[in-house]
């Protein structure tokens, strides 16, 4: 008779959780057993001391009730530390942090775009060549040859592509073996999260066992040495452990700005490749597998077209076939030359210029380590306002803008407050050797 409170403490704890609530069961009673039960009275196990204390001070009197309800007699509680349950609840809590962090910055879902960004499906030219045959060598020797592999290029040109198509082939030839693609704003927030929830562990832990690591748009890590000195640490132990890591940015590591000596280091001291703008007959290949990936049938003068002026990025011929294959799918008309030059006049228009201001302001913003909306704002800080008499200076030199266009472009400036930075950048150029030598950097990103 005395064992049957013990036995039946699931009954008495379901008892307690509708007289309590699930919120309050959940914290206080979820991890309690009963251990025995002598003398009338019912040994409860608990994780800790203090939660002994708690309940022993707040629901003593509940729970006696309940149990006595159920033994048929009255009954006492006493509350006992249970060292296994300790660990179980610190399983537990381990557990719901990982979960939290999985929540707030979830891990990019690369999977889901395997079939689109897969590696077969990359055009090769020669302005991607070097970085292609990187990529597959690393995915023949995970963490052997090109360790770590850095892939840089201007917005669109196929980093990501490249990326994530490694993640997946990596997967599918390891399939145990963990590979993570997150980018360095996911990576960041992670970070910090777990940094202010204690869950550093976890973080860690997170990253511990991992076959390759591939962490996307670097450049976000400029202005944050917190983070910086993380990853340093994560790059560290992985690649100690044979982990493949693979990373991509706007620029090169050393032009972007604000980023410590001793990650730059370490992200040259593998395998650096540039992505550059596609010439004609590669941008001619990319048009066909874009116009079979969205089902239209493009003649060949249409794909010429679309080669001939779309010649700034591969997003850019992208959406050139993605504007072609919704005309065709609203007037249920195959798209000839004539439907393709009115489909596309605003990309015709646009393409005089050999680069965008939205190009020089991403460039810029990379170079000096700032958010792309900053160079737009109205801010005035030193770092800000340096920055963007740069980005003026280039666009005037490498784009020809006009000084209205520039100024409404950059944060609705009037127009002599642009020449007077034109001229101010100008004339710095030609004493500030380090200016100098940004200048050229950031004007061979564009290939001029
Ligand atoms: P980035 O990360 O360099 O800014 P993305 O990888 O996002 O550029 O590429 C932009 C788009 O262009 C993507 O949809 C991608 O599939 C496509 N793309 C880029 N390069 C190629 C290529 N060589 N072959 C096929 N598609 C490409
Ligand atoms: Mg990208």
Not at 112 to 123: G, K, P, Q, T
Not at 168 to 185: G, L, P
Not at 243 to 255: E, R, T
Not at 423 to 431: A, S, Y
């Amino acid at each position: 008779m005395e064992t049957t409170v013990v036995a039946v403490w699931g009954k008495v704890l379901e008892d307690i959780r509708k007289e309590v609530g699930e919120t309050r069961y959940n914290l206080w009673f979820k991890n309690t057993v009963a251990i025995s039960s002598r003398d009338n009275v019912i040994e409860v196990g608990t994780p800790s001391a203090f939660l002994a204390e708690w309940l022993e001070t707040h629901y003593m009197r509940v729970m006696a009730r309940i149990a006595s309800a159920h033994a048929g007699r009255a009954v006492s509680i006493r509350f006992v530390v249970d060292g296994n349950l300790f660990r179980g609840q610190r399983k537990q809590e381990e557990q719901a942090k990982r979960e939290l962090l999985e929540e707030v910055a979830p891990a990019d879902d690369v999977r889901l775009e395997a079939e689109r960004y897969s590696l077969s499906n990359f055009i090769v030219g020669p302005c991607n060549s070097i970085a292609y045959a990187a990529a597959q060598k690393v995915v023949e020797q995970p963490g052997t040859a090109y360790n770590p592999l850095f892939l840089h290029g201007g917005v669109g040109l196929g980093k990501t592509h490249l990326l994530v198509g490694i993640s997946n082939e990596v997967h599918r030839k390891y399939k145990r073996d963990v590979v993570e693609y997150v980018s360095a704003e996911g990576f960041t927030n992670r970070f910090l999260f777990a940094l202010r929830n204690g869950a550093l562990d976890a973080f860690r832990a997170r990253y511990r066992n991992a076959r390759l690591l591939v962490i996307d748009d670097v450049h976000f890590l400029a202005n944050k040495p917190a983070t910086q000195d993380e990853f340093l640490n994560t790059f560290n132990s992985l690649s100690r452990g044979g982990c493949q890591i693979v990373l991509a940015s706007d620029s090169h590591p050393k032009l972007i700005g604000k980023l410590k000596e001793s990650l730059v280091n370490r992200f040259v001291s593998g395998m650096v490749a540039k992505l550059d703008k596609p010439d004609y007959r590669t941008r001619v290949e990319i048009v066909k597998c874009k116009a079979e990936l969205k089902r239209v049938a493009l003649p060949q003068e249409v794909i010429e077209f679309v080669a001939r002026h779309a010649q700034g990025s591969v997003r850019e011929i992208e959406g050139a076939v993605n504007t072609l294959a919704a005309f065709a799918s609203l007037s249920r008309m195959p798209v000839d030359a004539r439907i393709a030059a009115e489909a596309l006049k605003g990309l015709v228009e646009s393409g005089q210029r050999p680069v965008s201001l939205p190009d020089i302001e991403a460039v810029v913003a990379t170079y000096s380590g700032l958010t792309e909306g900053e160079l737009r704002s109205r801010r005035r800080t030193q770092a800000v306002s340096q920055a963007r008499h740069l980005a003026m200076y280039l666009a005037r030199n490498l784009g020809s803008f006009s000084y209205s266009e520039i100024g409404a472009y950059f944060g609705r400036r009037n127009h002599s407050s642009v020449v007077s930075a034109v001229e101010k950048v100008t004339r710095q150029v030609g004493t500030d050797h380090d200016l100098a030598r940004a200048v050229a950097a950031l004007r061979s990103e564009f290939g001029l």
